[in-house]
């Protein structure tokens, strides 16, 4: 199935290939060189709360749902789908997201500004990164 993948939400086309993925346990992140280059350091709670998963996505943009007290969320493995993404096990026991190629290279490009995003709606919601205490 060369050339092809999904991409986070469905359809086709992988552009770029990673050709080394790298899981930084002590570091809560995954790190993905890609073909042409491109090197992404991904945290964890970052792709936690972008997972492509439908609990994360819905079923279509409105949907979406904002997770928050991520701040500590560790991966605790990942494991390869086909050629053409690869499935994330977090430590808080999510791991229904099937991260593309497609998906994780527009993670790494688009970071800055879906992370700032993401920070602006936990403000304007007054949620926070942090876990909820309980007690």
């Known amino acids: 199935m060369s050339g092809a993948a999904a991409k986070g939400g469905g359809g086709f086309d992988t552009v770029h290939w990673p050709v ?3 899981l930084k346990t002590a570091e809560k992140a995954l790190e993905i060189d890609f073909d042409d ?8 709670e970052y792709l936690r709360v972008e ?8 079923h ?11 701040a500590h969320v ?3 493995g990942i494991e390869p789908v086909g ?7 977090f430590d808080d026991l999510h791991d229904t997201g099937i991260f ?5 290279y527009q993670l790494g490009v688009e970071q800055p500004q879906r ?13 926070g990164r942090e876990p909820e205490r309980r007690g």
Not at 115 to 127: I, T
């Open 37 to 44: 280059g491109e090197r992404f350091h991904l945290p964890a």
């Open 60 to 70: 279509n943009p409105s949907q979406k749902q904002l997770v928050h007290g991520r």
């Open 100 to 104: 593309s190629w497609t998906y994780l």
């Open 51 to 58: 997972s492509p998963s439908a609990e994360v996505q819905g």
């Open 74 to 76: 560790g991966i605790l």
């Open 20 to 22: 080394e993925i790298r």
């Open 83 to 89: 050629n053409y993404a690869i499935r994330v096990k």
């Open 115 to 127: 992370w700032r995003a993401y920070l602006d709606e936990l403000k304007k919601r007054g949620l």
